[in-house]
C-alpha cells in the first residue's frame, strides 16, 4: 500500500469536532473527538471512536456513559484545550464551567448543545476502540442559525495543519 495515497484519501473524511466527557469513581475525563457518527434513529444510537488509553476511554468504559458536548463553529480554542488531559475542579474540567448532566457526565456550558449517552457497546479493535452509545437526554443551549450540521465546528476550521487520520 501506498502510505502517502493511504493518508491522502483518508484526510479526505470530514470531521466536525466534539468533546466527550464522562466522570466515574471520582474521576473525570474530557477529550476532542472527532470519529462520531449517528449511527440508529430507533432507538437514537451515536458511535464514538475514542483513543484505548487509560484517559477519556477508561473513564468512560467504567461510567458506562458519556456526553458528547458539541463544539460550535466559533470554538476552536475549546477543542484545543481538550486535546491534553483536563482536571475537574469544582463545577469546571479543564478550566471550562461545566454542570453534572443526567449520566453523571460533565456537560459543558460553553457549548450550543450535548447529548448524554448510555454506553451499551465498545468494538475494540486498534488504537481507537469505537464506543456505541444510546442517547438517553440532550440539551440545545443555543439553537443553531440555519442547518445544524453547519453549526459545529470542522477539523478545518482549525486551520491547514491541523488534520486527523491517515
Known amino acids: 500500500m501506498d502510505a502517502d ?3 491522502t484519501a483518508l484526510r479526505m473524511i470530514p470531521y466536525g469536532l466534539y468533546v466527550l466527557t464522562a466522570q466515574a469513581g471520582g474521576q473525570a475525563a474530557a ?3 472527532n470519529w462520531v457518527t449517528q449511527t440508529s ?4 444510537l451515536v458511535a464514538v471512536g475514542v483513543k484505548a488509553d487509560p484517559g477519556a476511554y477508561a473513564v468512560v468504559k467504567e461510567a458506562g456513559a458519556f456526553a458528547l458536548n458539541m463544539l460550535g463553529a466559533d470554538q476552536g480554542g475549546l477543542a484545543f484545550a481538550f486535546f491534553k488531559p483536563a482536571k475537574k475542579e469544582g463545577d469546571t474540567i479543564g478550566g471550562q464551567p461545566c454542570k453534572t448532566g443526567s449520566t453523571g457526565a460533565p456537560v459543558l456550558a460553553s457549548c450550543p448543545a450535548h447529548v448524554e449517552c448510555r454506553v451499551v457497546e465498545i468494538v475494540a479493535r486498534g488504537d481507537h476502540h469505537i464506543v456505541i452509545g444510546e442517547v438517553v437526554s440532550a440539551g440545545v443551549a443555543k439553537p443553531p442559525a440555519g442547518r445544524a450540521d453547519e453549526a459545529i465546528l470542522h477539523m478545518r476550521q482549525l486551520g491547514p495543519n491541523v488534520f486527523y487520520g491517515g
Open 5 to 7: 495515497a493511504k493518508k
Open 31 to 33: 477529550a476532542t473527538v
Open 41 to 44: 434513529f430507533n432507538p437514537p
